[in-house]
């Protein structure tokens, strides 16, 4: 999609009444204008800024490809040769019409086109224009819509956190749009199908509808959309009603105006008292989807609401949730006032986002999305700890309650993730977190033990939020936050707004009657820390709050609840870099050793030509220095990489023996030198690199009565 700025003139009214731009092919002397040839350049979709006697007075959007076509006889033609460009054009006039002035002349200068060195219109008819000059008066118009001014934010350090992150998401502009709004746009393609089809009563218009939903759809929960549409074959009349509603004729598609109005009557007509709609829920969700077919423009307009990312968004920039209390079409209006406000922040910032599409797609990426992979690994973990990694699933939204699904049902999900973890032991996980709410999962690296806690927490609906734990954590604040004097604030960690939003959806439930949703926090290596220094204030409250249920906790000058929907797991390595655990943690807490089974270990490699090679070395250094799944999973990868590009079998599983293996090898105890005598043996005449760096290893323990890889 491009941006162009069109100076109309005394043709303005002319060319606003007839739905087009044109512009001569030549001048009067016979020369071909760039700045009139760029009416053919546009492509349907592009917007156009229309300014005419010092005042922007409308936007439009491309809605054909432009073409070769004579002047339109209502424009003047004493000006102009008769063959030109024309371009038809969707008009919206601003509700107010912005003056030159009101631009500001920082934005105006780097232009090149539109404007001179001095900021200046310049003189022409066509000028491409920049992204950041188009959304700041969109974002003006919306303004003035609403009779406001852009206002500085109280909470201006949790936007500028908020936008620095919108930033590095759309900082490649190309990927991120493939991945987020293509396919909205193709969603919002087959709406607009769909709503023509209906609104002309053709044939078979069910079946565009029904098309709609489908892939690439993944915006609505299929649970919801699937009852909304079995209204087709239940109750077509009220179906007809809520349709007729949501695509109101008076809505162009161009001005959003009517949208809460459109919205209003949607849900209205499917909240009667009948049985054929009584089940069905997050109605606000299904129309803010149906509005999309107002999008086949590309005006971005029109975004899907989901109440979990916007929910969390709230929360990263202190910004107020709506009430408890808050019907459907409440909660729909202030989401979209909100992404109104998301935008501005992000023209305060330079920070582009053009639309609520941009915007809604941005909000996702940071309260649901994964860190992107070229980022660094200092910028992903940054990331999660801003956010947690919050992973809350799609029926959060949902007002139908939560309920834990049958234990039969989770064993096969977390086979299906690939870890090799038996039915037992997530048995006992199962039967732990339920009962105490409190696991430690232990094991040697590679066991999948963060995999384990957070497979089972998607497994059975839950939320879940990562804590990687820094080993100079000491205090309460380093997990739970601080009280800013400064500022008198709180600043939030990643952890305080996940209890908040678990608070917030116990409490939700508790009112509703219904089960709450299990919020799961994970603390990732929670003992490379002193667990009795970062964790003791909330462990004695998690304690009570397990006797007592929902009890206070103190962040700042703000009181919350700890809720019995909060669910802690923390995962511990037992080596020369953590710290051990007193008895007081662990009695209060149920502890699950995760085992590494060698049949499995076996079945990883059971087609590779290193298998039994790979299994004797596991046999010889396990009492030593044990390796679990992921480093037979690594060194599969490596061997499978380097065979396909030459290297001979053995020659890539003696490198990653060098390289896996041996530097896990190190003490003082005689087990060290039995198991580098036991590798010596079994990698003479085969291994050359692991067999020699062995023994040199071996060597030096005899000499010393210690070695390591690197002594």
Known sequence: MQYWWVNQGRTYQQERDGGYVWAPQTSKAGNTLAHHSNVYEMKPRDRVVHYSEGQVRSFGVVSEQPVLASR???LPGDLWEDNGFYAKIVYRDLSSPIPLRDIPVDYRIPENGPFNVMGLVNQGYMYQLSPVVMDFLTNLDHVFKNGQSIPS???????????????????????FEEAEIAY???????LWDAKHAFSSKIPGWQMSLKDAFKPPNNLTPWQSHSRFLSLIDKD??????????????KNSGLDPADDIANMDGFIRALSRDTIQVKDLNMLEVIGSFLLMAFDNHGYGRYPIYRASPINAAYVLTDEPSPERSATPLDRYSKAMAFMDKVQQEGVKRKVVLRDRVDVQSVIWSITKGTPLEYWEEETKRAFLQYRGGLQAPDETDSDQGYSIPGFDKIPPLIANAGLKIDDRTIRRFHSSIWSKGFVILSGISGTGKTSLAQVYAEA?????LLVPVAPNWTTNEDLLGYQNPLRDEFQHTSFSRFLMQASEAWHAADAANREPRPYFLILDEMNLARVEYYFALFLSKLEEMHRVGPTDIDLGKQKFN????????GTVNVDETTQMFSDKVYDRSQLIELPVSRNEI????????????????????????????????????????????????????DEQLLQKVLPKIKGMEQRVRESLEKIVDITADKYTLTHEKANLMLTTYVQNGFTSYFA
């Open 236 to 249: 077509p009349e009220t179906l007809d009603d809520a349709l007729s509603a949501i695509w109101n004729s």
């Open 72 to 74: 339109p006889s209502e």
């Open 184 to 190: 909205k746009r193709e969603i919002s393609q087959k």
């Open 460 to 464: 059975v609906g839950g939320a879940q």
């Open 562 to 569: 700890l809720t019995p929907n909060l669910k802690v797991v």
């Open 153 to 175: 934010s109280p909470n201006e350090e949790r936007w500028n956190e908020f936008i620095e992150w919108a930033r590095l998401i759309t900082e490649d502009w190309n990927a």
């Open 602 to 653: 076996e079945s990883l490699v059971s087609l590779k030509p290193y298998k039994d090679d790979l299994l004797k070395i596991w046999d010889a250094v396990r009492p030593t220095a044990p390796f679990a799944y992921r480093v037979v999973s690594e060194i599969s990868g490596y061997c499978d990489q380097a065979i396909s590009i030459g290297t001979p079998s053995e020659e890539a599983f």
